[in-house]
């Protein structure tokens, strides 16, 4: 096989495994029939119109919606601080910050959502929906350190010491001349963390409690009594709101280079 021919069959092969599976649940969810199968039977849109309806769905994407902007934007608060520190800085713990800081993301998920539940059922202080916020803002966090770090390490300090000789003091050069020029990075940001906290699920099935659960854990815990089309549809809904998310902060932003 020449080298051009295994570069397609790798391309293929790589293609089917990332698209495969999202292509049979985008067939599968115009299935006519109440039973999930692929390739359908036949084009109806019911199914799509059944899970727009479903008051459970509803409320968990609001649910869903609403801890995923926080996290984010709770994550960017404590991120942006912690990265600028360590790309500035030089003090002693500073490999130990940075350690701590992508522990959440290198731990599997049930163990940090079995650490999580811990740590609150010893506390027991917040309520079932503020441990899912704070649950899903340590998961994000280093996501969110990560990248606004490589926009930091990309922007000169020179700019900073420019700004600092014309009479500004840190803090002011800190919101005036570093934030403007590492928006594109705390976009990205943002965006990366809401989806990671959006599907989030091991963390969420350790935290949700009786009438709070996020989408994800709603749609698991349906498919456990229901097999049939409205959680394929309900997932190319989740599938296109994503893609077209990404989509447009890919035009505008030219996010790639940040994550």
Known sequence: MTQSKWLVFSLVVALS??????????FASFEPSSTLRFPPTGFTLSWFKKVIGM??????LLL?????????????LLGVPTAYATSRYDFKGK???????????IVPGMVAGLALL???????????ETTLLIGHTAIVLPYAIRSTLASLVNLPISVEEAAQSLGANPIKSFFLVV????????????I????????????SLFLSGPGVNTLPIVMMTYMEYYYNPSIAALSTLLIGLT?????????????????
Request: a positive charge; aromatic letters at 12%; zero cysteines.
């Open 192 to 203: 990366m963390t809401f989806i990671i906290s959006f599907n989030e699920v091991p963390v």
């Open 55 to 60: 008051s459970m769905f509803q409320k968990s």
């Open 17 to 26: 495994i990332m698209l495969g599976p999202f292509l049979i649940i985008f």
């Open 118 to 128: 811990r740590f609150f059922v010893l506390l027991r202080i917040f309520s079932i």
């Open 243 to 259: 893609l077209v998310i990404v989509l447009i902060a890919q035009k505008l932003l030219g996010i790639s280079k940040f994550v």
């Open 95 to 105: 490999r130990l910050i940075e350690l701590i800081s992508t522990s959440p993301s």
């Open 64 to 76: 869903s919606l609403r801890i995923a902007l926080l996290a984010s934007f709770l994550s960017l």
């Open 179 to 190: 934030l403007p020029n590492i928006k594109v990075g705390m976009i990205s940001a943002f």
